[in-house]
């Protein structure tokens, strides 16, 4: 069966940092290219960040640039995120996603055909 | 990198047909074949039911169908069913260092 499972969530007081982990399963992770997505609480999906299948391009939306760092490790077929100076806003439900189709070098597209179950992370004192 | 414009909300009963437009710029949705939807129920994960303005992935209804004009995609449920009762996302292809951008959704209300 093809699947994503996050791990990571928490709750963290502002200015905290977190990262997120993404165990992809049933099909071949490393060529495809991956993303985060998140959806605050009340809000609608954002992208947050994607990476390339064989990690040549990382990406990230303002909002989160700066602040968080994506990586994978083909390897283990586990996509990561670091969350570093963490502010309330970025309170949401986090998915990871992968790409419809496969491509080395491609940034991600948009075609999200798989996610995960997505984890939950507040950012609260 | 703006977010995609949809409508907040739209409804229909069921058997009818409902439209969800979004609207971008001639950076995302006016230049790339690249436009997606989702249907999102809450507590779930988001389901891929368009990808590539108009193809639909296996396992998804004929019901749901998708077009693009300019920078306006749309999304067409006809026959409406209960369980269709969801929130709809648009996604797009821009090419740009933040290369993928949603939509603000549309909930959709089966009456």
């Known amino acids: 069966e093809v699947q994503l499972v996050e791990s990571g969530g928490g709750l963290v007081q502002p200015g905290g940092s977190l990262r997120l982990s993404c165990a992809g399963s049933g099909f071949t992770f490393s060529t495809y290219a991956m993303s985060w997505v998140r959806q605050a609480p009340g809000k609608g999906l954002e992208w947050v960040s994607g990476?390339?299948?064989?990690?040549?391009?990382?990406y990230y939306a303002d909002s989160v640039k700066g602040r968080f760092t994506i990586s994978r490790d083909n390897s283990k077929n586990t996509l990561y995120v670091q969350m570093n100076s963490l502010r309330a806003e970025d309170t949401a439900v986090y998915y990871c996603?992968?790409?419809?189709?496969?491509?080395?070098?491609?940034?991600?597209?948009?075609?999200?055909?798989?996610w995960g179950q997505g984890t939950m992370v507040t950012v609260s004192s | 990198q703006s977010a995609l414009t949809q409508p907040a909300s739209v409804s229909g009963s069921p058997g009818q047909s409902i439209t969800i437009s979004c609207t971008g710029t001639?950076?995302?949705?006016?230049?790339?074949?690249?436009v997606s939807w989702y249907q999102h129920h809450p507590g779930k994960a988001p389901k891929l039911m368009i990808y590539?303005?108009?193809k639909r992935p296996s396992g998804v209804s004929t019901r749901f169908s998708g077009s693009k004009s300019g920078n306006t995609a749309s999304l067409t449920i006809s026959g409406l069913q209960a369980e269709d009762e969801a929130d709809y996302y648009c996604?797009?292809?821009?090419?740009?260092?933040?290369?993928?951008?949603f939509g603000g959704g549309t909930k959709l209300t089966v009456l």
């Open positions: 590539e303005v108009n």
């Open positions: 001639s950076s995302d949705v006016g230049n790339y074949n690249l």
């Open positions: 990476i390339s299948a064989n990690s040549g391009g990382s």
């Open positions: 996603a992968k790409d419809q189709k496969p491509y080395d070098a491609s940034a991600p597209l948009g075609d999200f055909d798989i």
């Open positions: 996604c797009s292809y821009a090419r740009s260092s933040a290369p993928v951008v």
